[in-house]
């Protein structure tokens, strides 16, 4: 099996910064994508960044500029460097994973926890 941890989520002050760790660990043969969505309270689960295995990356309007996300394949992790919070990030962040399977080689997706980030003065 396969398990992804966050880490780092918190209360911050507005214009503030966090950094989300998440971490897979398991029967990991190699990952492909690497993402992090946030789920504010009574909405649907949305993208906030992606990241390819070779390093492309793609955001969501709202953060670009803001959010910085990379990844050490060599530690199977992912960061979500936010800056300049506003109160409209506070959500749960959501990290997920495409992964490859040792012995199978089956591709599967998960998706960790979930880690909350409140923006509030």
């Known amino acids: 099996q396969v398990r992804l941890v966050e880490s780092g989520g918190g209360l911050v002050q507005p214009g503030g910064s966090l950094r989300l760790s998440c971490a897979a660990s398991g029967s990991i043969l190699s990952i492909n994508d690497m993402g992090w969505y946030l789920q504010a309270p009574g909405k649907q689960r949305e993208l906030v960044a992606g990241i390819t295995r070779g390093g492309s990356t793609n955001y969501a309007d709202s953060v670009k500029g803001r959010f910085t996300i990379s990844r050490d394949n060599a530690k199977n992790t992912v960061y979500l460097q936010m800056n300049s919070l506003k109160p409209e990030d506070t959500a749960v962040y959501y990290c997920?994973?495409?992964?490859?399977?040792?012995?199978?080689?089956?591709?599967?997706?998960?998706w960790g926890q979930g880690t909350q980030v409140t923006v509030s003065s």
């Open positions: 997920n994973a495409e992964v490859i399977l040792v012995r199978t080689f089956d591709k599967r997706t998960y």
